[in-house]
């Protein structure tokens, strides 16, 4: 039993670390593997620690290398909170759970991350229009690119990267790890 686990945990981590190096391959702006990283790492790690430790390792090695972009409090602070959700809302893991997950994920970035744009820019008014106005240039920017905009590209990637890592591990479990556990 204790050869199932320690290969369920070396998989586990193999396939965070798998996806954060896709960070390093060419993509479109924010289509990327981060949301679903840190709801796999909540849903998946039995142990707390590693299902916060895990992914957010795996995030800053790849940010070593790409470099770190924006208000990386409010880009972490989003990722810890995805890792809750995971650990919350994916407890019984479904398909229908994994993207509402993922999509939650994606609101839950933009709303942070563009919050804290307002909060740090001194060309948006510190108030409540200001802040609406912030959200909307938000999900305006950059709107040439692959789906329409950054917004749209974050909701695209996570839940392609999630139903990846999710739909991998499963695969795995049932060919390889449920099989030694018979």
Not at 148 to 167: A, E, I, R, Y
Request: proline letters at 4%; charged letters at 10%; aromatic letters at 16%.
């Amino acid at each position: 039993m204790k050869k199932i686990e320690n290969l369920r945990f070396v998989t586990l981590v193999s396939i965070v670390l798998a996806a954060a190096l896709t960070r390093l391959l060419p993509h479109p702006f924010n289509f990327t593997p981060i949301g679903a990283m840190a709801l796999f790492g909540g849903a998946y790690f039995s142990r707390k620690i590693l299902a916060f430790a895990v992914p957010l390792a795996a995030m800053l090695l790849s940010d070593l290398v790409i470099g770190f972009h924006g208000s990386m409090v409010a880009v972490y602070g989003s990722f810890i909170l995805i890792v809750a959700i995971g650990m919350g809302l994916l407890q019984k893991i479904t398909p229908l759970r994994v993207m509402g997950g993922a999509v939650l994920s994606s609101v839950l970035f933009f709303l942070i991350t563009n919050f804290a744009v307002w909060y740090g820019a001194s060309f948006y008014p510190q108030n409540l229009a200001g802040l609406g106005a912030c959200y909307l240039a938000g999900l305006q920017f950059y709107q040439q690119d692959f789906f329409g905009n950054l917004f749209l590209n974050t909701v695209m990637g996570d839940l392609f990267f999630s139903g990846l890592l999710f739909g991998a591990y499963e695969l795995f479990n049932r060919k390889v790890l449920m099989p030694q556990a018979a």
